[in-house]
């Protein structure tokens, strides 16, 4: 199973942006579906934005507009670029195999901690 490093997440005042990384242990090529994750505090993991094989994205409601999920298989890297961003954005992000995570899968890495606030 190949492992997913998160990395990029920081302090940002609202209205900011930042992108994260997401690193793969090896190729993603053949995973259909990448998604970023992210866990507020108190508050269940939510799927907040996906890239699948063919190239379309999907994001979450809360999210869509503001945030673009790119993935680069040369790199085996997943980004996630967020503008626009507000102090609700504030969580733990974490990328993912989507099928895995939908299959019952519970193996996460340490995530990358964005604050959002003035």
């Known amino acids: 199973q190949v492992q997913l490093v998160e990395s990029g997440g920081g302090w940002v005042q609202p209205g900011g942006s930042l992108r994260l990384s997401c690193a793969a242990s090896g190729s993603i090529f053949s995973i259909t579906a990448l998604g970023w994750y992210r866990q507020a505090p108190g508050k269940q993991r939510e799927l907040v934005a996906a890239?699948?094989?063919?190239?379309?994205?999907n994001y979450a409601a809360s999210v869509k507009g503001r945030f673009t999920i790119s993935r680069d298989n040369a790199k085996n890297t997943v980004y996630l670029q967020m503008n626009s961003l507000k102090p609700e954005d504030t969580a733990v992000y974490y990328c993912?195999?989507?099928?895995?995570?939908?299959?019952?899968?519970?193996?996460w890495g340490k995530g990358t901690l964005v604050t959002v606030s003035s």
């Open positions: 993912n195999d989507i099928e895995l995570v939908l299959g019952g899968m519970d193996n």
């Open positions: 890239h699948i094989s063919d190239g379309s994205t």
